[in-house]
């Protein structure tokens, strides 16, 4: 289980961005966030994912904080995939970081081998979206948080990415939380949901 | 107000050596824009939309050979024309704020813009303060970096720097990436003012939601060329011809939400005949002869030899 308990965050001598958040996610449970802008989305999920230290309160999987070092098992997926992959290695090396890439995973993806040895700025938005879904999608990855993960990505290739993303979660007992201001996407893959407005962030 | 007919662009690319390659980006790409309507230009990223934008501005690189027929207003759009019209009679919405000069006031920016159009400074600076008003920018907006500015705000900005240029047609280039829904159909409300005031206006967005929102038509989009313009309404009307538009409808998470596989092909690997048969349901033998004319089907033109079936 993957808990963010009472967490807060504010950076020195600001205002409190999020406050008193709960949020408990189990294994293969996909789960929904949604709220309005300035509520703290991205802060959330960067606090879960161990990319920014809470202020006050604690993220734990199975009653362990989260490893400071190493690869983190909460792994994260952006709205813009140039901005998570490492501009100067070619697809075939980023894809590799953790370990080679399943061909099989690939080949859902519809990931084509010519991309491989090609460089990030040579595929378009939304086939370096693939790969950068590709790369999380492993053993190491226990907990995904898809933030605007499709936001930018023409229908069919939303629908693709996220048949493949539901399938593999669902086989490989990962916990998923999906960000999203499309209402009609999380009601689709989602088993339940958080709304911002009601529970609030800040308060 | 703008036809573009056939539309080819070619690049050429520079190997080691004398070693030459050509990329074809744009094939037989067809689009048309009366005054007073909302075209959406629908499609994956790498279709060519934003080509297609750069085209029109005359902005494309200079290793870019382009072939085929673009008017404006029943002339021939030549570059020195596209780089005569730009900011003034054709103006881009662009995509964020990224385009604005980081370190100067938005007044200032959006005044510049104006003046740059043809206004004189007075008439410039009055531009500014009513479509600032219009769009609700309070007059301290105006003194802003561009980095001060929220989402919605930052919209509006983008927004007035069209309106100020007094632009016969608009194109918005991905003007609602990943926003708030109600930021969305703000914008886009926007857009479809322009309009009613007898602008013409291009929508280009990967969202056919959003283009359906405003659109009057939709010209669908694939791997370089225009597969289908259909009219807004065609969609929920079960009348789209094209079985790419038909994917991409279905697809959508209210619809079925289901999916064709493969992906796009790149300007390297074009199929033979047509660029879609390659994930086509309904590809048979002659598919792959030659690339599909433009069809008259059910009132609107296609590029599928099948789309009457
Ligand atoms: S021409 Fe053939 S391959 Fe192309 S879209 Fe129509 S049926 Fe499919």
Redesign the interface.
Known sequence: MLIGKQLAFRYPHHNWIVRNFDIAIAPSEVVGLFG??GFGKTTLSKLLAGYLTPTQGQVTIDNSPLPDRGYCPVQMVF?NPELAVNPRWRIRKILAEKQPPDRFLLNAL?I?P?WLDRYPHEL????LQ?VAVARVLNPATRYLIAD?MT??????????I??MVLDYVRSHNIGLLVIS?????I???CNRAINLMQVGTSR | MLSVQDLNITFTLYGRGLAQKQLTVITQLDLDVKAGEVVAVVGASGSGKSLLAHAILGILPDNAQVSGKMLFKGEPLTLNRCQDLRGKAIALIPQSIGYLDPLMHVGQQVQRTAQLSGLSRPAAKAAVDRTFARYRLAAIVQRLYPFQLSGGMARRVLVSTAVVSQAELVIADEPTPGLHPDVVTETLNHLRELASEGKGVILITHDIEAALQIADRVAVFYAGTTVEIAHAQDFSNNKIRHPYTQALWRSLPQNEFIPISGSQPTPDALPDGCLFSDRCPWVTQECRLDRPPFLQVRGAPVRCIHADR
């Open positions: 309005p802008s709205q519809s084509h010519s378009s938005g939304g086939e693939r605007e936001a930018m990505l023409d229908a069919n290739t939303q629908a693709l996220w048949h201001h499309d209402a009609a996407l009601k689709r893959v």
